[in-house]
């Protein structure tokens, strides 16, 4: 199953509710979406400066880990960064790849 990096910065409003309701029922909300979805989440940790909350979570495909963050984007709490992660193997099969690309000038 494809897999992700979330990192999550709260709004004023998000940040008021994780006051109020605790990180540990955040990541019970995280887990939850997630496995609504068909997914899964590996890993969850709060830390502080540019993003409040670092998920890595395994998803059936691109378009239901975008349908989590448009969840999360649209409820006004907080903004998501969704990034696809890649195993070494699939690294090694994209370096293989043969395109036609053609850098400039050349």
Do not use: W
Not at 27 to 45: D, H, T
Not at 78 to 83: E, I, L, W
């Amino acid at each position: 199953m494809p897999k992700f990096l979330i990192t999550v910065s709260y709004t004023p409003e998000g940040a008021r509710g994780v006051r109020k309701e605790g990180g540990s029922a955040r990541e019970q909300a995280a887990r939850s979406a997630a496995e609504s979805l068909g997914g899964k989440v590996e890993a969850f940790y709060f830390s502080f400066g540019d993003q409040d909350a670092i998920v890595i979570a395994d998803f059936p495909n691109a378009a239901a880990a975008a349908g989590l963050s448009l969840a999360v984007a649209s409820s006004g709490g907080a903004r998501c960064k969704t990034t696809p992660l890649l195993t070494s193997p699939e690294m090694d099969h994209a370096a293989s790849t043969k395109t036609a690309y053609r850098a400039p000038g050349q």
